[in-house]
């Protein structure tokens, strides 16, 4: 079901009503319907948000990802405003999963991000469990073409390369994607092997998905990786990137739905994103499991707000 925008928790402090150098996310956040086009602005930022859990619960996981988008659109709304009037930022509202209907959710996400991305606009999706990348995809790919090379970059601690054959949950989409589209590839950063069994390397082997473990990725490796995306980039056409909070270690990430003690350091991650999204074939971007009644300090929503800016702030910077 879709929800109507509103800038209800858009709120924050005003340090200025008219001096923009001044002005914080809310000061300058728009409304709009994921359809409608902008051709005004030189870049066009748009939210939507994902209310969903039935993936995790699907997957046996700790449900109350689908609280996150409108706690981190309350955390996004406080911090400052660093870009120009030429680029425009909206909300487009929510898709929510009602009465278990995942897959009717994850079509109707796609249509949401088909639309933005139609309209000119970069779509930066706000989960809900890690199953919003499947809308996520089915959106880019139906604004792009089935030909199309594209390539989905993940930073997570898990391949998400689960048996679908009951039912899809929060930790299949990328085998229910590499199975029938043999137009898209893999990358993951992050993966953990307290994380993935062994069949599931085998999967990622029989897949061709590329990966870089936790342990490698460290500040003292990171260019070394980041040589590697680039390669992964260079051989697609479109690329796309989401992140599941859960890759990062859980004393700066509690508030998800898998903590591990072993994870990725914030400013690891957030060389990754200004990587990948400042290169001109990336397209959209969503943050995936962040679980609000995990996260009793706040300090996850927090984080993945603050990754959220920069992302925004390096978009084909």
Not at 67 to 87: G, M, V
Request: hydrophobic residues 35%; glycine residues 8%.
């Amino acid at each position: 079901m879709y929800i109507q925008p509103s800038l209800h928790f858009w709120t924050g402090r005003v340090d200025s009503e008219t001096d923009e150098r001044s002005f914080r996310y809310h000061q300058v956040i728009n409304t709009s319907d994921p359809c409608s086009a902008n051709q005004k602005s030189e870049k066009s930022i748009r939210f939507i948000g994902f209310k969903s859990d039935e993936g995790v619960r699907r997957n046996k996981g700790r449900v109350g990802a689908g609280k996150a988008p409108d706690e981190i659109r309350k955390s996004l709304a406080k911090l400052p405003w660093h870009l120009s009037a030429s680029t425009s930022i909206c909300d487009c509202g929510d898709v929510v999963c009602d009465n278990g209907k995942l897959e009717e959710a994850q079509a109707e996400l796609g249509q949401a991000v088909s639309g933005i991305i139609q309209g000119k606009g970069y779509p930066i999706i706000l989960g809900g469990g890690h199953e919003t990348f499947y809308g996520h995809y089915l959106g880019v790919r139906s604004a792009i073409g089935e030909h199309v090379k594209l390539g989905m970059i993940n930073i997570d601690a898990h391949f998400d390369l689960r048996s679908y054959d009951k039912e899809p949950t929060s930790g299949t989409m990328f085998k229910q994607i590499l199975d029938h589209d043999k137009n898209s590839s893999y990358f993951c950063a992050g993966i953990q092997k307290q994380g993935n069994t062994l069949a599931l390397f085998d999967e990622a082997k029989r897949h061709s998905v590329e990966f870089i473990l936790e342990e490698q990725l460290t500040n003292k490796s990171l260019e070394n990786s980041l040589e590697k995306m680039d390669d992964f980039i260079d051989k697609n056409d479109v690329i796309i990137l989401t992140l599941c909070m859960d890759s990062i270690s859980s004393a700066y990430a509690p508030g998800v739905s898998a903590p591990s003690p072993f994870g990725l350091a914030p400013d690891v991650v957030r060389e990754i994103i200004r990587k990948v999204v400042s290169h001109p074939k990336t397209i959209s971007f969503d943050v995936s499991e962040v679980n609000p009644s995990l996260d009793h300090s706040g300090q996850t929503v927090l984080l993945a707000a603050h990754l959220i800016n920069e992302a925004i702030i390096n978009f084909h910077e």
